[in-house]
C-alpha cells in the first residue's frame, strides 16, 4: 500500500515558479517510480514527468522539458515538481502517481494517486 498526498499549489504569476510536493507514505516509496501529471478544465489528464524509483531515469512532457524538474528524497519519502517559467497554460490540477518499480507515461498504468493540488497561472 502506498499512499499520496500532493502539496503546494496556488497562484503563481507568468514566468514565476511553484514547487509542488508528493509526500509518500510506508517504507517501500524507494520501490515505485513517480510521475506527475495534470489536468485542465475540459481536457484531457496529461503526463508532465516521470522519475525512476533510485531518482533516475527522468522523463518530461515536452511541453515542460527545461521548465520543470521532478526530483525525489527517498529518506524524506517525498517527491517534488518544480516548475520554472511558468505560462498560463499550466494551469491545471496536478496530481501525483506512483507506479512499482516503472518510468513510464501512461497514466493508465499507475497504481496510486493523490489527490491533486491546483496551480493557477496569471498574467
Known amino acids: 500500500q502506498l499512499q499520496l498526498v500532493e502539496s503546494g499549489g496556488g497562484l503563481v504569476q507568468a514566468g514565476g515558479s511553484l514547487r509542488l510536493s508528493c509526500a509518500a507514505s510506508?517504507?517501500?516509496?524507494?520501490?515505485?517510480?513517480i510521475g506527475w501529471f495534470r489536468q485542465a478544465p475540459g481536457k484531457e489528464r496529461e503526463f508532465v514527468a516521470v522519475?525512476?524509483?533510485?531518482?533516475?531515469?527522468?522523463l518530461y512532457a515536452d511541453a515542460v522539458k527545461g521548465r520543470f524538474t521532478i526530483s525525489r528524497d527517498n529518506d524524506k519519502i517525498v517527491a517534488y515538481l518544480e516548475m520554472n517559467s511558468v505560462k498560463l497554460e499550466d494551469t491545471a490540477i496536478y496530481y501525483c502517481?506512483?507506479?512499482?518499480?516503472?518510468?513510464?507515461?501512461?497514466?493508465?498504468?499507475?497504481?496510486?494517486w493523490g489527490q491533486g493540488t491546483q496551480v493557477t497561472v496569471s498574467s
Open positions: 502517481a506512483a507506479k512499482l518499480f516503472s518510468t513510464i507515461r501512461d497514466a493508465a498504468r499507475y497504481d496510486y
Open positions: 522519475i525512476g524509483f533510485s531518482g533516475a531515469p527522468t
Open positions: 510506508g517504507l517501500t516509496f524507494n520501490r515505485y517510480g
